[in-house]
């Protein structure tokens, strides 16, 4: 069975830091592109950063280019989402998504959410 599971997330003031954690079991991230969404109160899930198979491509929204950084640890099979001098309006639940394409099938798999609030 596939699993994702974020962790990190919490309370903290504007300016501060959190690190989100995306843990596969069951799969390998090897073959599968990353991203994080978010999803804030009352607003649609939108993409905030996508790190591709190689991690030689990565991308980020305009709103938190310059502030988060995604990353990846191998051996861990493990994926981060590093915020930095976050703002109240990066208030959302963070979800870590893992899919790939294959010639028997396409694949997309989510992780269950980690809330991320931000105090002014």
């Known amino acids: 069975e596939v699993q994702l599971v974020e962790s990190g997330g919490g309370l903290v003031q504007a300016g501060g830091s959190l690190r989100l954690s995306c843990a596969a079991t069951?799969?390998?991230?090897?073959?599968?592109?990353i991203a994080w969404f978010r999803q804030a109160p009352g607003k649609e899930r939108e993409g905030v950063s996508c790190?591709?198979?190689?991690?030689?491509?990565?991308a980020y929204a305009d709103s938190v280019k310059g502030r988060f950084t995604i990353s990846r640890d191998n051996a861990e099979n493990t994926v981060y989402l590093q915020m930095n001098s976050l703002k109240p309006e990066d208030t959302a639940v963070y979800y870590c998504?893992?899919?790939?394409?294959?010639?028997?099938?396409?694949?997309?798999?989510w992780g269950q959410g980690t809330l991320v609030t931000v105090s002014s």
């Open positions: 998504d893992a899919r790939t394409y294959t010639f028997v099938g396409n694949y997309d798999y």
């Open positions: 069951g799969v390998s991230f090897d073959d599968f592109v």
């Open positions: 790190r591709s198979t190689s991690g030689l491509s990565l």
